[in-house]
């Protein structure tokens, strides 16, 4: 069946460039959708929705596309670059001063399907998937809420996937996982993973040794 009209003015104009940039690439790796989905760890539709304009992707993703394509940084610019055009257009004023909001809270909550909550990131992980100096202060300064005498109750799902990610490295991912844990005892943060739809669980005891 054709799309319609309405399907066509979902794609966001500002996505195009990058998912063209992402479509030639892997065309000129010799791959196809599913081989450069089996290499970044994500469904072949994820990447003909990105192919087609049809999803803001995350940092990570890019990051994993780059070095599957060895694109040497290049894809991973052009979502920066996508990012700045983003929040130039998209972004309600308001949302620039989210730190400045969050650090008030008295309540947070949040869903992460690919990486770990930025306030529970350590400094390795965080530095892993922000390598530019000021992105990564910012993460930061950001979780120094944390340290608050008294912080925001903070409730976050993590899709069950992030825990057996490797970020990194296994050093990185043992010291998040025990991070994790850490925090999972503090009295105002709740942190549980989900297994596909609508199953919630606490999170695993994991000990070292990450595969």
Known sequence: MAASSSDRQRVDPELLGFAQEIKRRRE????????LARLVNVARSYISHVERGRTKCRRDFAIRVDRALNANGEIVQSWDELLEIIKTIKYPAHFANFPKSEAAAVMLRGYEASSVYGLFQTEAYARFLLPEEEAFKSRMRR?????????????????ESILYREVDCKKTMEEQLEYLIELSYRERINSVHSRGEAVIRPLPVVSRGFR
């Open 28 to 35: 000129a790796a010799g791959l196809n959708q599913a081989e």
């Open 143 to 159: 979780q120094e809420l944390l340290k608050k005498n008294l912080p925001p109750v903070i409730s976050v799902v993590l899709d």
